[in-house]
């Protein structure tokens, strides 16, 4: 019975308070399966047997990579994904998430994010479920002399990547090995300026919602470890942070978006002895911000469609009074999409809600 009331609980059909009362009273207050939430191993306090080091240790600086470059982010060039089938994919974020069309050349598709970023979807027979390839980030300031000597300088090593009709940009490995490319503002960036319209050949998979993509909520990118991953992106590409945890940090993309980076703690003593240190890095999900937003409404519409519609709040608190408020579901290509009702006025939500208080030290 309890078994089954959790997955009820996991998949969001039922509410917290439903599943306390199901369980009896001597279940509430009771912490709920820590898998239920996927947050910060600290969330909840330090000394615990999740994040067993003190507030000091766990959230203790490293010293920087390298020197700050002084860039700005300042818009989201692409981020590229590859499935098997990209025109089925395409066709999902264009009625789910009103996402427009671009081109499709046959091999892959590049979607508008509304005006503020593009999806670039490839054709990658048998690489199943959809993964992020690579993230392109529009800098400034963009000199490309001195953009590919700081990088040499940081100990990287650039390939240029142009296009002969004014796109800059150079690629470089992060940490951890991840495709990172560098631009000026003359690519999807600038494409993005006239109207999308393009017509799919692939058929739309259901009723278009009328949701807008208005923000990027966050990117949840897995890495050894978590302290170095945000230190080489808050120096190299102006990146701010908003928390350490312990076991993550959120940084804030200038104003595109936010990014949660997850992993090891280098300070911890067992680093490297268990699996943080071996954790291969991967973006396992992207959150996006929708409007318009109804917490009920958002999750029938979901379910009309035949989709999962998985609560995410982050905390214990039932969606109706959460600070933080998503669903999460799986795209076509298996791909875990987060839907949420954070926008740039309140981007902060999920860092406020997650942040450990100091009561927990």
Not at 129 to 155: D, F, H, Q, Y
Not at 202 to 223: I, N, Q, R, Y
Not at 225 to 254: C, P, R, V
Not at 300 to 323: F, M, P
Request: with cysteine; proline share 6%; aromatic share 10%.
């Amino acid at each position: 019975m309890a078994a089954r009331l959790l997955n009820d609980y996991h998949r969001g059909t039922t509410s917290r308070r439903q599943l306390l009362r199901a369980l009896g009273g001597a279940a509430i207050g009771a912490p709920l399966a820590a898998s239920a939430f996927g947050q910060g191993r600290c969330r909840d306090g330090y000394r615990t047997q999740a994040c067993p080091l003190t507030a000091e240790l766990a959230t203790a600086p490293i010293p920087p990579v390298f020197a700050p470059t002084g860039w700005k982010t300042v818009a989201l060039d692409h981020i590229t994904f590859q499935m098997p089938d990209y025109q089925k994919e395409a066709a999902f974020y264009i009625a789910l998430m009103g996402w427009e069309l671009r081109s499709d050349d046959g091999k892959q598709a590049v979607l508008d994010i509304g005006h503020w970023g593009s999806a670039i979807f490839k054709q990658a027979p048998g690489q199943r479920p959809a993964t992020v390839s690579s993230l392109c980030w529009v800098i400034e300031p963009w000199n490309a002399k001195m953009v590919e000597a700081e990088l040499r300088r940081r100990g990287l090593s650039p390939v240029r990547e142009n296009d002969g009709k004014g796109f800059e940009s150079f690629h470089v490995k992060d940490p951890v090995g991840w495709d990172l490319e560098i631009a000026n503002g003359n690519g999807l960036a600038k494409a993005r300026k006239t109207p999308a319209s393009a017509k799919l050949a692939a058929p739309a998979p259901f009723e278009a919602t009328g949701w807008k993509t208005v923000w990027l909520d966050h990117l949840s990118f897995g890495v050894p470890n978590y302290k170095q991953s945000a230190s080489f992106y808050s120096n190299l590409l102006g990146w701010k942070e908003t928390y350490d945890e312990g076991s993550q940090h959120e940084l804030m993309i200038g104003e595109v978006g936010d990014a949660i980076i997850r992993g090891g703690n280098p300070n911890d003593p067992n680093f490297g002895k268990g699996g943080g240190a071996g954790r291969s890095a991967r973006i396992d999900h992207i959150s996006y911000g929708i409007t318009p937003w109804d917490t009920d409404g958002v999750k029938a519409e979901l379910e009309k469609r035949g989709l999962r519609a998985r609560i995410d709040t982050s905390t214990r608190d039932d969606i109706h009074v959460a600070a933080f408020k998503s669903y999460h579901t799986t795209t076509p290509n298996g791909y875990d999409l987060q839907i949420s009702y954070v926008t740039h006025e309140n981007r902060l939500a999920l860092a406020n809600a997650v942040k450990p208080k100091a009561g927990g030290r």
